[in-house]
């Protein structure tokens, strides 16, 4: 029904109709993350690299090359938490560039149940934030507040080089992770996940 759009050039999330893609989009959002603006002046903009829909239809994930992905009300794409604790897989990609060979825009992704998110790091290891843990509000416009932050519940040993690609599949409850050459599989994750 809706689809997601990011031009990284304005760092912004369009959100389209489906019906009426041809349309304007129904809302357009500028991703902006209040804490890197006490960092520099102006704000470094985010480089997205994937968005994905969440299979509950509540979220939408924005991965980025930095060192934080960033998690967004489906309605009305308003910015809800910052998930930090990885390492970028290239943080100091300059807007615009083209992408590098270190970047896939394949190493951030939800589980089928919506409640986690997996990523996949520099340091070859694979996070995982639990979406569940509280409750998460999004930032209305004129709010002068930060996003909630949420830090690692589990962290999985990968990879001897960075976690490119971090995928689930829903069907056998399995989990696959590929770095440069060697990819790994995580079977019955719910109770590496639940432990």
């Known amino acids: 029904m809706v689809f997601a759009v990011a031009l990284n050039k304005y760092s912004r999330v369009l959100m389209y109709d489906a019906k009426n893609f041809d349309k304007q989009p129904f809302t357009s959002t500028a991703l902006i993350d209040p804490t890197l603006a006490k960092i520099s002046f102006p704000p470094r903009p985010l480089p997205i690299t994937s968005m994905e829909f969440s299979s509950n239809g509540a979220y939408l994930l924005v991965g980025t090359a930095g060192h934080a992905h960033y998690i967004l009300d489906a309605f009305g794409a308003k910015l809800m938490a910052k998930l930090e604790g990885h390492k970028g897989l290239d943080p100091s990609q300059p807007l615009g560039a083209p992408p590098s060979r270190r970047l896939s825009g394949e190493?951030?992704?939800?589980?089928?149940?919506?409640?986690?998110?997996?990523?996949?790091?520099?340091?070859?290891?694979?996070?995982?934030?639990?979406?569940?843990?509280?409750?998460?509000?999004?930032?209305?416009?004129?709010?002068?507040?930060?996003?909630?932050?949420?830090?690692?519940?589990?962290?999985?040993?990968?990879?001897?080089?960075?976690?490119?690609?971090?995928?689930?599949?829903?069907?056998?409850?399995?989990?696959?992770?590929?770095?440069?050459?060697?990819?790994?599989?995580?079977?019955?994750?719910e109770t590496v996940l639940v432990n």
């Not at 519940?153 to 689930?168: D, K, M, Y």
């Open 107 to 189: 190493e951030v992704c939800f589980t089928p149940d919506s409640k986690y998110v997996l990523s996949g790091s520099e340091d070859g290891k694979i996070y995982v934030w639990d979406l569940s843990a509280q409750p998460l509000k999004p930032i209305e416009e004129g709010e002068n507040r930060e996003p909630d932050v949420l830090r690692p519940v589990t962290i999985l040993e990968g990879h001897a080089g960075p976690s490119r690609c971090v995928r689930f599949n829903p069907r056998f409850v399995m989990m696959a992770t590929a770095s440069n050459d060697l990819v790994c599989l995580f079977p019955h994750l």
